[in-house]
């Protein structure tokens, strides 16, 4: 086993570990019964979820198995990234039904994660496609689940992080699409009230929405930011000649850890300042590629270095419609007060539930936040601010979490003790362990 320094997207924590990159199925569960392992997929989380002493990595198992374009079935192993089944699917007519907002995490760590997408107020979670999982269990035994056969076990890989066993195959329904073009309407808002508003007057319309939100702006402007709006092309809207164009891969790249100064309360204000009064008109229709629409991000490789190496978290919270506009106000506001930075702040709606026991979307809002880790200080804080989402019956996506606290985890997931029952049940001696799993007590 070869030892490597890892941490996952936001770069905190760091970790020495000991790495195997799985070749065949068979390699994924080791035949070493007492030693614990996590399976890694592209390190796309942000906290802690995909670390642990000892990882094998499914990034060597990234193979189409079957596709049937009749139903729109594809079957893959689990360590194909979404770029690479992106291009295989595409030029026949067929989207991912869901996305997260990057391109480059495994089929594997997105139904571990039971992702969701600009989509989930309308189509759900990956959850809600995923067909059937094939799946090695700690003592190294092969099986299927599905919503039909080990239904529990099904719903609890769903979601589940990693921790009932190692996902070697995903069988997902695709989404027919005419080409690769997004119609978009931009909605640019003066204030947080006028935002969710305008959210709650498109969702029934529109497929796609997310928002991204100016939380440097205080007072009359706290808030403010812009709504993008989405529908997959029809043919007769998207440019002729080229229906199904892929995306260019080269864009440019982070070449090395920016200086934990350069993201500053200044600088970070003045890029928030400059995205928002980028749009002058309050209203924007386009036809664009995809790519940017979905994956904006992806553009610049490694765009995490610019926090430099002590990092940042991601923190993002779920609250329910009911009474969550205000919770999240609130929480606006005592970021703005609290001077703590966010570079990109992110809004969107969730819709149903998918069955998924540890699964983050709850009918409600989602708030995003990229908080630089200058100052240590605000993990208590953000700590804080987490009890006031529990009492709002809110709780915080474990695949971007690196500081929750184990009671309000517990408190935050009324399934966990079904999860537990199954994880007791497929896995006795907790062989597959996080660092977040230990440090929530998920065993
Ligand atoms: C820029 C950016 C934008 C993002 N946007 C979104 C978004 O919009 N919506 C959203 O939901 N998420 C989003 N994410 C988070 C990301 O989609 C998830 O964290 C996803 O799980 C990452 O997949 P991965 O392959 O990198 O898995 P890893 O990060 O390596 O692992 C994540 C978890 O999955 C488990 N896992 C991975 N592969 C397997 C396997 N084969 N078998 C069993 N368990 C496995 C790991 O043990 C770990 O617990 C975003 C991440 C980034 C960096």
């Not at 068979?26 to 802690?48: E, K, N």
């Not at 594997?108 to 759900?124: L, M, R």
């Not at 076990?153 to 009932?164: E, V």
């Not at 490789?301 to 506009?325: E, S």
Request: proline share 5%; charged share 25%; net charge positive.
């Amino acid at each position: 086993m070869k030892s490597e320094i890892h941490s996952g997207w936001g770069l905190h924590p760091r970790i020495e570990t000991r790495v195997v990159r799985a070749r065949q199925a068979d390699q994924l569960v080791d035949g070493h019964p007492d030693a614990s392992l996590l399976i890694q997929g592209a390190r796309r989380s942000y906290g802690d979820a995909c670390l642990a002493d000892r990882v094998i990595s499914t990034q060597l198992l990234g193979h189409l198995l079957e596709f049937d374009a009749e139903r729109g079935l594809i079957r893959c192993e689990a360590g194909i990234t979404l770029d690479v089944l992106i291009a295989f699917i595409a030029p026949r007519g067929f989207f991912l039904p869901v996305t997260p907002g990057t391109k480059f995490p495994t089929i594997g760590g997105c139904v571990a994660a039971d992702v969701h997408g600009k989509n989930h107020h309308k189509e759900g979670s990956i959850g809600f496609f995923v067909e059937e999982i094939e799946l090695f269990l700690a003592d190294r035994s092969r099986v299927c689940c599905s919503r039909e056969e080990r239904s529990e076990l099904f719903w609890a890989t769903i979601g589940g992080m990693g921790l009932t066993g190692a996902i070697y195959a995903v069988t997902l329904r695709l989404k027919k699409v005419e080409n690769t073009y997004m119609r978009t309407r931009t909605l640019k808002t003066r204030n947080f009230d006028e935002l969710c508003r305008h959210f709650e007057e498109t969702q029934q319309e529109y497929t796609y929405s997310v928002a991204w939100i100016d939380s440097l702006a205080n007072g009359a402007h706290l808030g403010r930011g812009s709504l993008i709006l989405g529908e997959h092309a029809t043919a007769d809207q998207a440019p002729t000649s080229k229906r199904f164009k892929l995306h260019s891969t080269g864009g440019p790249s982070v070449p090395f850890f920016f200086p934990s100064a350069t993201l500053n309360g200044l600088t970070m204000r003045l890029f928030n300042t400059l995205v928002y009064h980028r749009q002058i008109r309050q209203q924007r229709d386009a036809t664009v590629h995809y790519d940017p629409y979905f994956y904006p991000l992806d553009f610049v490789r490694h765009w995490n270095r610019i926090y430099g190496k002590r990092g940042f978290l991601q923190y993002q919270f779920a609250v329910p419609f009911d009474g969550g506009r205000t919770l999240m106000g609130d929480i606006l506001q005592r970021i703005a007060q609290r001077g703590v930075a966010s570079f990109l702040t992110v809004l969107k709606t969730l819709g149903q539930e998918s069955g998924g026991l540890l699964s983050f979307p709850i009918p409600g809002y989602t708030l995003a936040l990229d908080i630089p880790l200058r100052d240590p200080s605000v993990i208590s804080f953000l700590q804080d601010i987490t009890r006031l989402v529990v009492r709002a019956g809110g709780r915080i996506y474990l695949a971007k979490d690196a500081i929750l606290q184990r009671a309000d985890f517990e408190a935050m997931y009324p399934r966990l003790p079904e999860f537990k029952r199954v994880k007791r049940a497929c896995d006795p001696h907790n062989r597959f362990r996080s660092l977040q799993s230990e440090r929530l007590g998920l065993t």
